[in-house]
């Protein structure tokens, strides 16, 4: 009977036991209580410009590929940015901020190439200077073995003039694949191996060449050569030991101050392909808040995002220490943030931000409480 007795005793106390860690792993997660300090931060998820004081901050541009950038001797920026699948814009800002001039050419984006501002359109094979004079005029870019009928001691001394005259060198690879032989008879038919050749593109005094050779250049020019070229982004500089070979550069403008949880779900994300399961991942919906100081002003800002329950690196701390891994969504792939991004130099009158590489903000001091922005 003692038996008995004990037995329905660590049963019903168990069944308590369960019970009670249900219902707390049920109830909802209370939000953190934000400080006063935080109170009139400004959320630029919903506002066109945020202010301070002095300053204001303002959605300049929005693009659907990465934004480019090039600062000309001038201290004017050029910005290249894609506006649907065929307009790629090129801007002209001048040191105060504003715009001065578009260029506009139709073509597709892969077909483009920004590098120390100028600009080539590898398919019509020819090239712009408007960043340095505003001739919105196409020349054609002179081809030089274009029919791979060189020898190998000609292209060798051409290699060597290119690399002793032209301060950088776009290199690109492409090949010829030949028509299979016409089989004679039962003959299986055969076909050539693929002829891979390289392509420089190079300036001299503003005019721009275009040599294709069979040799190999990969010693003088090596795949991260034409990357650390082709970077384009005063935010960020090649780290070939990070995801994408671009790493932000961090800048003490940019103050990550508090990040405010207010409601933890669990998000079921699809397997990576194939027969892959699903898993659960913890996440907070919350918000993050960040000083951004610019002219002896700091524009205080507020982003609504989603916090990953781990403690994965990126560039936003808080006091020191990861917060884990920001994201703009939660869904799968997730847009993961790894860090805000500024940039400003002596030379020009106003501050770049941005949190996103297809978007551009302006900072600049406040005069009529507006910036120009397209």
């Given at each position: 009977?003692?038996?008995?007795?004990?037995?329905?005793?660590?049963?019903?106390?168990?069944?308590?036991?369960?019970?009670?860690?249900?219902?707390?792993?049920?109830?909802?997660?209370?939000?953190?209580?934000?400080?006063?300090?935080?109170?009139?931060?400004?959320?630029?998820?919903?506002?066109?410009?945020?202010?301070?004081?002095?300053?204001?901050?303002?959605?300049?541009?929005?693009?659907?590929?990465?934004?480019?950038?090039?600062?000309?001797?001038?201290?004017?920026?050029?910005?290249?940015?894609?506006?649907?699948?065929?307009?790629?814009?090129?801007?002209?800002?001048?040191?105060?901020?504003?715009?001065?001039?578009?260029?506009?050419?139709?073509?597709?984006?892969?077909?483009?190439?920004?590098?120390?501002g100028f600009i080539i359109d590898k398919k019509k094979r020819n090239y712009y200077t408007w960043s340095?004079?505003?001739?919105?005029?196409?020349?054609?870019?002179?081809?030089?073995?274009?029919?791979?009928?060189?020898?190998?001691?000609?292209?060798?001394?051409?290699?060597?003039?290119?690399?002793?005259?032209?301060?950088?060198?776009?290199?690109?690879?492409?090949?010829?694949?030949?028509?299979?032989?016409?089989?004679?008879?039962?003959?299986?038919?055969?076909?050539?191996?693929?002829?891979?050749?390289?392509?420089?593109?190079?300036?001299?005094?503003?005019?721009?060449?275009?040599?294709?050779?069979?040799?190999?250049?990969?010693?003088?020019?090596?795949?991260?050569?034409?990357?650390?070229?082709?970077?384009?982004?005063?935010?960020?500089?090649?780290?070939s030991k990070v995801p994408g070979g671009k790493e932000i550069t961090l800048r003490p403008h940019v103050?990550?101050?508090?990040?405010?949880?207010?409601?933890?779900?669990?998000?079921?994300?699809?397997?990576?392909?194939?027969?892959?399961?699903?898993?659960?991942?913890?996440?907070?919906?919350?918000?993050?808040?960040?000083?951004?100081?610019?002219?002896?002003?700091?524009?205080?800002?507020?982003?609504?995002?989603?916090?990953?329950?781990?403690?994965?690196?990126?560039?936003?701390?808080?006091?020191?220490?990861?917060?884990?891994?920001?994201?703009?969504?939660?869904?799968?792939?997730?847009?993961?943030?790894?860090?805000?991004?500024?940039?400003?130099?002596?030379?020009?009158?106003?501050?770049?931000?941005?949190?996103?590489?297809?978007?551009?903000?302006?900072?600049?001091?406040?005069?009529?409480?507006?910036?120009?922005?397209?």
């Open positions: 009977m003692r038996m008995f007795y004990w037995f329905c005793g660590v049963t019903i106390g168990g069944l308590f036991t369960f019970l009670g860690l249900k219902i707390f792993n049920n109830k909802p997660i209370e939000s953190d209580k934000l400080p006063s300090e935080f109170e009139r931060y400004q959320s630029f998820d919903s506002v066109k410009i945020v202010r301070s004081a002095k300053l204001s901050m303002a959605l300049f541009l929005e693009s659907t590929e990465d934004i480019q950038y090039f600062f000309t001797p001038e201290n004017k920026m050029i910005t290249y940015s894609v506006q649907n699948k065929t307009d790629n814009r090129f801007t002209k800002v001048d040191k105060a901020g504003e715009i001065t001039d578009y260029l506009i050419i139709h073509s597709k984006p892969h077909d483009i190439v920004f590098v120390n340095f004079n505003g001739n919105k005029q196409a020349y054609p870019i002179t081809m030089q073995n274009d029919r791979l009928d060189w020898d190998v001691n000609k292209q060798q001394e051409q290699i060597s003039n290119i690399v002793n005259a032209s301060p950088w060198v776009l290199v690109d690879y492409d090949y010829i694949s030949p028509e299979p032989n016409k089989p004679v008879g039962d003959e299986i038919p055969t076909t050539q191996a693929m002829n891979t050749y390289a392509m420089l593109t190079y300036f001299i005094n503003g005019d721009c060449f275009k040599f294709i050779t069979t040799l190999d250049v990969t010693d003088r020019f090596p795949y991260i050569y034409t990357e650390k070229l082709l970077l384009n982004n005063p935010f960020k500089h090649h780290n103050k990550y101050r508090y990040y405010q949880k207010l409601k933890l779900e669990k998000v079921r994300f699809s397997g990576g392909g194939g027969n892959a399961p699903g898993f659960d991942v913890m996440l907070y919906h919350g918000n993050l808040f960040t000083d951004v100081l610019y002219k002896n002003d700091t524009l205080k800002l507020k982003e609504f995002m989603y916090e990953f329950n781990d403690r994965s690196v990126s560039d936003i701390k808080i006091n020191g220490k990861s917060i884990g891994t920001l994201t703009k969504n939660k869904a799968q792939p997730p847009a993961i943030i790894d860090g805000y991004m500024y940039y400003t130099n002596e030379n020009i009158a106003y501050a770049l931000f941005t949190n996103n590489d297809k978007k551009l903000y302006i900072i600049k001091r406040r005069k009529d409480n507006s910036i120009s922005a397209k």
